[in-house]
């Protein structure tokens, strides 16, 4: 019990910022025939991200595609440089924002229906709605990653794990995939693995919030172990 909730710890603020990015970011354009449904009336729009109004995202195409490639770089150099965790949130927000951007409308109503079915605790249904996601884009970093914990949630670590592995596979430098991947390898009993994940994360983002207090915990236990 104790082991599924420090995963769960990790799990719940990459559902949470994934979510509202999604939403913002991802605006829906007219809905094809055999697209998913979309949210029904009465039940409001997105909500406001807690980052600010969000700046002006890369149009979809090749060009769009170059142009948010060339942003996420500056970001993750800015993410590497901030100077207090205020500063480093901002920048996370915008990351969040370019990568959710990569979405079709599709993809982005799956995802929203996924995310639903997630905070409902319906983690099974989620599983079908990012699978969808996926069949129409393999190449989409966030609907691996909601994927993982949709698969932590009932109970898989193992897909969960293989599902992160292809988040980094695809984003070398998710530190939300890397925290997750910690916490699983931390809960599977391999605190060195479980080290070398955290301090890639805290790397690519050393003024994350409780960052440096997860490498502490981590490499109290693989000190341990190596003794």
Do not use: C, Y
């Amino acid at each position: 019990m104790e082991r599924t909730a420090v995963r769960m710890a990790w799990f719940r603020p990459i559902l949470a910022g994934v979510s509202v990015v999604a939403l913002a970011a991802a605006p829906v354009a007219a809905q094809a025939p055999d697209s998913p449904p979309a949210r029904p009336p009465g039940q409001g729009g997105a909500p406001p991200s807690p980052h600010g109004p969000a700046v002006n995202t890369p149009p979809p195409g090749p060009r769009g595609a170059e142009a948010r490639r060339a942003e996420l770089d500056k970001a993750f150099d800015a993410l590497r440089t901030a100077p207090d965790e205020a500063g480093a949130t901002l920048v996370e927000g915008r990351i969040r924002q370019l990568w959710a951007s990569a979405a079709t409308p599709s993809v982005s109503l799956l995802m929203n229906r996924g995310m639903r079915n997630m905070q409902a605790n319906q983690p099974g249904d989620a599983l079908e709605d990012f699978d969808a996601a996926l069949t129409l884009a393999p190449e989409f970093p966030e609907a691996w990653l909601l994927r993982a914990e949709a698969h932590s949630r009932t109970g898989d670590p193992l897909a969960a794990a293989r599902d992160l592995q292809e988040v980094l596979r695809l984003e070398p430098r998710h530190w939300m995939a890397l925290l997750s991947l910690s916490a699983l390898q931390d809960e599977a009993g391999d605190a060195a693995a479980a080290l070398r994940s955290a301090e890639a994360a805290l790397a690519i983002n050393p003024k994350m919030p409780g960052g440096e207090r997860r490498l502490r915990d981590i490499r109290r236990k693989a000190e341990g172990e190596a003794l």
